[in-house]
């Protein structure tokens, strides 16, 4: 099973400024099956990025995905205040078919 | 639009299953794969398993394997998941989703539902 590692846990940062999660995976990923979720407190998650670096329907272009293989970022430019949120990265196996998600990184308000 | 809603909360007891429903409107139902998302109090997104309703085929994470059964009704655009012999490691938020596969390969949750909160206390 592949495990999906992100990073920082917790990124500190106030509105305006970049920030940057990273995705790591414990062996090679499809960029195909690789994407980034946010989600706020009592709410479905909400995806963002798909296919590594395509942006959803409706995601404003501060957000844009990067990476192949084993490493994948999610950038978002300039913080907006509605972006304090948890962010989820998943990746899908089809050997057998499976989805994994990693641990979340929580970008809060410094 | 697709709009993915799903049943009420449940309580249950320890040793019981809860069955969770997630109805379908817009799109074509049969033509969905529709994944189980579990969330625990404060912690991450777990996926459980996935139904394919025009094959019939379910997939389940091996964690779960044996306790989930994941099912779709196709005459009312529904899919199900079970689960039993519940414990209170099993008290979270479950959520559906929609998987959806594009033209160029790409595959991820577009639509989800609103979650139902399952708690597991005696």
């Known amino acids: 099973e592949i495990v999906l590692t992100q990073s920082p846990g917790t990124l500190s940062l106030s509105p305006g400024e970049r920030a940057t999660l990273s995705c790591r995976a414990s062996?090679?990923?499809?960029?195909?099956?690789l994407a980034w979720y946010q989600q706020k407190p009592g709410q479905a998650p909400r995806l963002l990025i798909y296919g590594a670096s395509s942006r959803a329907t409706g995601i404003p272009d501060r957000f844009s995905g990067s990476g192949s293989g084993t490493d994948f970022t999610l950038t978002i430019s300039r913080l907006e205040p509605e972006d304090f949120a948890v962010y989820y990265c998943?990746?899908?196996?089809?050997?057998?078919?499976?989805?994994?998600f990693g641990q979340g990184t929580k970008v809060e308000i410094k | 639009q697709v709009q993915l809603v799903q049943s009420g909360a449940e309580v249950k007891k320890p040793g019981s299953s809860v069955k969770v429903s997630c109805k379908a409107s817009g799109g074509t139902f049969s033509s969905y794969t529709i994944s189980w998302v579990r969330q625990a109090p404060g912690q991450g997104l777990e996926w459980m398993g996935r139904?394919?309703?025009?094959?019939?085929?379910?997939n389940y994470a091996q964690k779960f394997q044996g306790r989930v059964t994941i099912t779709a009704d196709k005459s009312t655009s529904t899919a199900y998941m079970e689960l039993s012999s519940l414990r209170s490691e099993d008290t979270a938020v479950y959520y559906c989703a929609r998987v959806y596969y594009d033209s160029s390969g790409t595959l991820y949750f577009d639509y989800w539902g609103q979650g139902t909160l399952v708690t597991v206390s005696s």
């Open positions: 062996q090679s990923v499809s960029s195909s099956y």
């Open positions: 998943q990746q899908y196996g089809s050997s057998p078919p499976a989805w994994t």
């Open positions: 139904i394919i309703p025009i094959l019939g085929i379910a």
